[in-house]
């Protein structure tokens, strides 16, 4: 089984801060999610990614395939990022269908 | 409205009873999942399904059963409800597995008394 790994578990950042949340897991994927869950709201999917590099927004997510590490990095952040990140990773093969969670990462950012 | 709904969003519910958790997807996904989300566990895998009729345990099955008569819905039954069972439960959908972004529903809070 696939270990999902997150660090750190909490971050606070001041307004406007560059903010880098890491993920890293053990064995080989077919893809890494990226998600946001706000307090008491439902989850959004950020970003889905296999290899390189996807930007949307103030948010970019990259992936290194042979490091098994990806990182969502939040340019200019704001009150309003203030969520909880989770990393997941989906199995290749058969196993696909089964994705893995890491623990998420919450954020607070301070105005 | 497209989407994927939950219902309900809250539950109480006692020790031992059934309750079923609805979750309606209007987007024909192939793939739907049942997930809950404990603290320190982050998401686990309850059941899946690949299309109508086709549904498989994923990696906390036991006390839960699902059924899928048509491809929009995706029924979520704990038999005799357990305190081990007070969880969030987050239902989400796929048109592929693996090559393509989930769409969660907003979640069902549950509490078992």
């Known amino acids: 089984k696939n270990e999902v790994e997150q660090s750190p578990q909490n971050l606070t950042a001041q307004e406007g801060e560059f903010i880098t949340i890491n993920c890293s897991y053990s064995?080989?994927?077919?893809?890494l999610h990226w998600l946001q869950q706000h307090p008491g709201g439902g989850i959004v999917s950020l970003f889905m990614?296999?290899?390189g590099k996807k930007k949307h927004g103030r948010l970019i997510a990259t992936i290194n395939i042979q490091e098994k590490h990806s990182s969502l990095h939040i340019t200019a952040s704001h009150p309003r990022d203030s969520a909880v990140y989770i990393c997941?990773?989906?199995?290749?093969?058969?196993?696909?269908?089964?994705?893995?969670f890491g623990k998420g990462t919450k954020l607070s950012v301070i105005p | 409205d497209a989407g994927i709904t939950q219902s309900p969003r809250y539950k109480i519910t006692e020790t031992g009873r059934q309750v079923t958790l609805m979750c309606h997807q209007t987007?024909?996904?192939?793939?739907m999942f049942w997930y809950r989300q404990d603290l320190g566990h982050g998401l686990r895998l309850i059941y899946y399904s690949a299309a109508a009729d086709i549904t498989d345990k994923g990696e906390v099955p036991d006390g839960y059963v699902v059924s899928r008569s048509k491809t929009e819905n995706f029924p979520l039954t704990l038999e005799s409800a357990t305190r081990s069972q007070t969880s969030v439960y987050f239902c989400a959908s796929s048109d592929r597995v693996g090559g393509s972004p989930l769409h969660f529903g907003n979640g069902t809070r549950l509490t078992v008394t």
């Open positions: 997941a990773v989906s199995g290749s093969g058969a196993g696909s269908y089964q994705l893995t």
């Open positions: 987007w024909s996904h192939s793939y």
């Open positions: 064995v080989g994927i077919s893809a």
């Open positions: 990614l296999s290899s």
